[in-house]
């Protein structure tokens, strides 16, 4: 007895979201996953290792959203698909493929019936599943993950100090089921920073995980969403970064964009004592591109730092020295930020024994920066 029948087949309309999936599946955007209702028919048996021997696996409803998404997938279809559901005759309990058990309310009118220890979708009136003899013959129906993340190996690269990334379809919306990974190397000596914003997920169940290395078998930095708090902001300890986007299989949103920069790995300058000065790198000279340099003062204790500058040329508005009345940055902390051209002569008494400065420039104009001096008082 031969149990593949070749009928008739049921193919679908390849729309521009199908480009995510094999040449004649279709791609659902409500649950993100790429199916395929087969032309042959077969028994309950055969249907799982046909949609293997395809690349997929065989369906059964997770959510009330597939379940809609099925009626109308298969809504040209007069057959009724086989499900990977069946009963345990031992225990008259229905299982999924999965070890679950299917929500009630999946069953079409009046079923699970006793007819028939495997199910199938009817898709007309009251859609659901429905008991069905196991040898029956009907079409077999079958899904996979769609190739949704991106290939690219890395963003960045020897010569590229910063860049954004978006998430799969952003802005408009992500898809479910997504592990995707993305890796950043900066120029030698750098580190990176990342800043997701906008960050727009369904909480908690969608995330992103960030690890100090190309890969995540390097340690963890952190994840953007812990149930407690949002974080969108991460810094590599060297020119490697890489994080995972996860998506759960229901519920999306808008997605998020990343903005990454490489900065330069120098050391801070730490100073203490009566008196003491420094200047921007390279001074007089200009100092580079993507310059990070934290200063901190330290004043006996019972002594306040009086900082005064005495030359100062940076790019106005984008090469910035913050300053800050605390011994850590601190947005809390920041007295000052000066940048152009105007700034000297300037000085100030900081409240406590503790200064501590930082230096920024971009990626556009070096000038020669600042000089300055500082003494106790
Ligand atoms: C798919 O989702 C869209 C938007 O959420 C909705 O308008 C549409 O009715 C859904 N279609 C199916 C078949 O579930
Ligand atoms: C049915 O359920 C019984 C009792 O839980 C279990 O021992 C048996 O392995 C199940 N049969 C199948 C085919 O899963
Ligand atoms: C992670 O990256 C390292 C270095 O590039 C590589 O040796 C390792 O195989 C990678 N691990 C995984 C899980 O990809
Ligand atoms: C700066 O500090 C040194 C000791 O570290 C001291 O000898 C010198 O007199 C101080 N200069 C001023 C202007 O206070
Ligand atoms: C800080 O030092 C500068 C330069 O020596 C001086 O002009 C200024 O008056 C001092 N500031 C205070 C508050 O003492
Ligand atoms: C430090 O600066 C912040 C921000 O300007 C200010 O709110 C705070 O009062 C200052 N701290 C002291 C000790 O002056
Ligand atoms: C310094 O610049 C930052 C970023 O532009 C701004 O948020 C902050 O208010 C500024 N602070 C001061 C004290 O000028």
Request: hydrophobic share 35%.
């Amino acid at each position: 007895m031969i149990g593949v029948v070749l009928l008739f087949s049921v193919f679908h309309g390849v729309t521009a979201d199908d480009n995510h999936c094999p040449s004649g599946w279709t791609f659902s955007t409500n649950t993100s996953y790429c199916y395929i209702q087969s032309p042959q028919y077969m028994t309950y048996a055969e249907a799982d290792p046909f949609c293997q021997s395809i690349g997929g696996s065989q369906v059964f409803i997770f959510t009330s959203r597939e379940l809609t998404w099925l009626t109308d997938f298969t809504s040209a279809s007069f057959a009724q698909p086989w499900l990977a559901t069946t009963r345990n005759t031992s225990t008259n309990i229905w299982y999924n493929s999965d070890n679950t058990s299917p929500t009630a309310s999946y069953w079409t009118t009046g079923e699970p019936g006793i007819n028939g220890d495997c199910a199938t979708f009817k898709g007309t009136s009251a859609p659901g599943l429905k008991a069905t003899p196991c040898y029956s013959i009907q079409p077999a129906l079958c899904r996979q993950m769609p190739a949704l993340c991106p290939t690219i190996k890395d963003y960045g690269g020897a010569y590229t100090r910063s860049g954004t990334i978006q998430s799969p379809g952003y802005p408009v919306q992500y898809y479910n089921n997504l592990d995707c990974l993305y890796t950043i190397t900066s120029p030698a000596n750098t580190y990176i920073t990342l800043l997701f914003y906008p960050y727009v997920l369904e909480d908690f169940f969608d995330y992103i995980d960030v690890y100090d290395g190309p890969n995540s078998s390097y340690p963890f930095l952190g994840t953007t969403d812990n149930w407690w708090y949002l974080r969108d902001d991460f810094e590599s300890s060297s020119n490697s970064v890489s994080f995972i986007f996860h998506t759960d299989n229901i519920i999306t949103d808008k997605g998020w964009l990343l903005t990454w920069n490489a900065k330069s790995n120098t050391p801070p300058i730490s100073q203490s004592g009566q008196n003491g000065s420094f200047t921007s790198p390279n001074y007089p000279n200009d100092y580079d591109p993507y310059t990070e340099q934290l200063y901190y003062i330290t004043a006996p204790l019972g002594f306040q730092v009086n900082v005064t500058i005495t030359d100062f040329v940076t790019e106005a508005t984008f090469d910035v020295l913050e300053v800050y009345n605390s011994s850590y940055v601190s947005s809390n902390n920041l007295i000052a930020n000066l940048s152009g051209s105007a700034v000297a002569p300037w000085s100030w008494l900081s409240p406590s024994r503790y200064v501590t400065m930082r230096f920024k420039s971009d990626y556009m104009v070096q000038k020669k920066g600042f000089s300055l001096f500082w003494i106790i008082q």
